[in-house]
């Protein structure tokens, strides 16, 4: 029966129509070519992309802090300068704490975001404090200087600050109106000269608001200020900003842009903290807004180098002292305006180079270390390795 079928189908040729339910030849070569769809592999997550926007508003940041820096020695009897450096003081650290803010958002008390926030931010704390007292004591001529981790000098306050506002996240994820809550906190700040010195804690009190409103901004807050006509209106808000910044050099005390000093501590009535606390806090906001609009969204020939915008802040610091403690700062044509131009590009392309992949290789054992030996391994990450085997 089967030899018979089979002289039928050929007998019929070509245009005869397969049986109902039968597989053609050529589905039978596809099926055979054709590869099974292999199951997903839950423990490879996709690597996450960075935004570029983000790093190029870090990076255009740094630079900014790095340069303000560089005009310290300079700024003194100069009025442009001193504008420049009342404006960019006025802006440059509440981006960047803003942007802190917003990428501390998921933060909770969970093992491994410890461990990071440890070693990623604890750890460079206390080999950068020592390190810039020793550099003191060798380069500064200050060989008494006492070691504290207490008391943050110069660049270092920033990292112990973050500390305390990542530790506190869940707090202001918790309440219901966390930006009024933290500018009350500022305020109040301003008004309280016993607090003191130990750990900081006046900046990071009075910075915190622009933490906590990171905390509170959402992705489509930055794409608003990614829009032709955010660009266009922050033109005059920058402008704006320097025109203020030059009328106020003769009429106030730069110092206010530290936020390190209670109104009392600057020689002024108590009331005058909380009145400069929300008005830097609304000038701070605009210009940050302002600098934002004009922040690349693209990817530029700088874009990577926000990733190492840590490296750059604390490295530049030895560069900076080390220049003044040496006195080169007093040579006569650096106080013209080409020196100090020069200064300026100096510092621009010093604070680049050390957010360079080749620095951060070097330093990373310091800044970012792994230090698996120091913490216990938790449950958790435990049954995920013993799932992966």
Request: positive net charge; contains cysteine.
């Given at each position: 029966?089967?030899?018979?079928?089979s002289s039928?189908?050929?007998a019929?040729?070509?245009?005869?129509?397969p049986?109902q339910?039968?597989?053609?030849?050529?589905?039978?070569?596809?099926a055979?070519?054709v590869?099974?769809?292999?199951?997903?592999?839950p423990?490879k997550?996709p690597?996450k992309q960075?935004?570029?926007?983000f790093?190029?508003?870090?990076?255009?940041?740094?630079?900014l802090?790095?340069?303000g820096?560089?005009?310290e020695?300079?700024?003194?009897?100069h009025?442009?300068?001193e504008?420049?450096?009342?404006?960019?003081?006025?802006?440059?650290?509440?981006?960047?704490?803003?942007?802190?803010?917003?990428?501390?958002?998921?933060f909770?008390?969970?093992p491994?975001?410890?461990?990071r926030?440890?070693?990623?931010v604890?750890?460079?704390?206390?080999?950068?404090?020592?390190?810039?007292?020793?550099f003191?004591r060798?380069v500064g001529g200050d060989?008494d200087l006492?070691?504290s981790l207490l008391d943050?000098?110069?660049l270092t306050?920033?990292?112990?600050?973050?500390f305390?506002?990542r530790?506190t996240?869940p707090?202001?994820r918790?309440?219901r109106?966390?930006v009024?809550?933290?500018?009350?906190?500022?305020?109040?700040?301003?008004?309280?000269?016993?607090i003191?010195?130990?750990?900081?804690l006046?900046?990071v009190?009075?910075?915190?608001?622009?933490?906590?409103?990171?905390l509170?901004l959402?992705?489509?807050?930055?794409?608003?200020?990614r829009?032709r006509?955010?660009?266009?209106v922050?033109?005059?808000?920058?402008?704006a900003?320097?025109?203020?910044?030059?009328w106020a050099v003769p009429?106030m005390?730069?110092?206010?842009?530290?936020?390190?000093?209670s109104?009392?501590?600057?020689g002024?009535?108590?009331?005058?903290?909380?009145?400069?606390v929300?008005a830097?806090?609304?000038?701070s906001?605009?210009l940050t807004?302002?600098?934002?609009?004009?922040?690349?969204g693209?990817?530029?020939?700088?874009?990577?180098?926000g990733a190492?915008?840590?490296?750059?802040?604390?490295?530049?610091?030895?560069?900076?002292?080390a220049?003044?403690?040496?006195?080169?700062y007093d040579?006569?044509?650096l106080?013209?305006p080409?020196g100090?131009v020069?200064?300026?590009?100096?510092?621009?392309?010093l604070v680049?180079?050390?957010c360079s992949?080749?620095v951060?290789?070097?330093?990373?054992?310091?800044?970012e270390p792994?230090?698996?030996?120091?913490f216990?391994?938790?449950?958790?990450?435990?049954?995920?390795?013993r799932?992966?085997a």
């Open positions: 029966m089967f030899h018979a079928a039928s189908a050929r019929t040729g070509p245009s005869s129509a049986q339910g039968a597989p053609t030849a050529q589905a039978q070569s596809a055979q070519v590869p099974r769809p292999r199951a997903p592999q423990d997550p690597a960075r935004d570029a926007f790093d190029n508003a870090k990076y255009l940041a740094i630079v802090v790095a340069m820096h560089s005009w020695p300079l700024k003194s009897g009025r442009t300068l504008a420049a450096y009342m404006f960019v003081y006025a802006f440059h650290m509440p981006a960047f704490i803003l942007i802190s803010g917003y990428f501390s958002r998921n909770d008390m969970r491994d975001r410890l461990r926030l440890l070693t990623g604890v750890v460079p704390y206390v080999v950068f404090e020592t390190g810039y007292v020793l003191k060798a060989p006492a070691i943050p000098w110069y306050w920033f990292l112990i600050a973050l305390i506002w530790l996240t707090i202001w918790l309440v109106w966390p009024p809550l933290a500018i009350l906190i500022a305020m109040l700040a301003s008004v309280s000269p016993d003191g010195d130990d750990l900081d006046q900046r009190l009075q910075f915190l608001p622009f933490f906590v409103i990171g509170s959402k992705p489509e807050h930055f794409e608003a200020l829009g006509t955010a660009r266009l922050a033109v005059p808000v920058l402008l900003g320097l025109a203020v910044a030059w009429r005390n730069a110092t206010w842009f530290y936020h390190r000093d109104a009392q501590e600057l002024m009535p108590w009331w005058c903290g909380p009145v400069m929300l830097l806090l609304g000038c906001l605009l807004a302002g600098f934002f609009a004009w922040v690349p693209r990817t530029m020939w700088f874009t990577t180098l190492g915008t840590l490296y750059g802040y604390l490295l530049h610091g030895f560069f900076v002292k220049a003044d403690y040496r006195g080169w040579h006569a044509w106080h013209r080409l100090e020069s200064v300026t590009l100096a510092a621009g392309v680049t180079a050390l992949p080749p951060r290789k070097v330093f990373r054992f310091v800044m792994e230090m698996t030996w120091a216990k391994r938790d449950a958790a990450t435990l049954a995920r390795e799932a992966r």
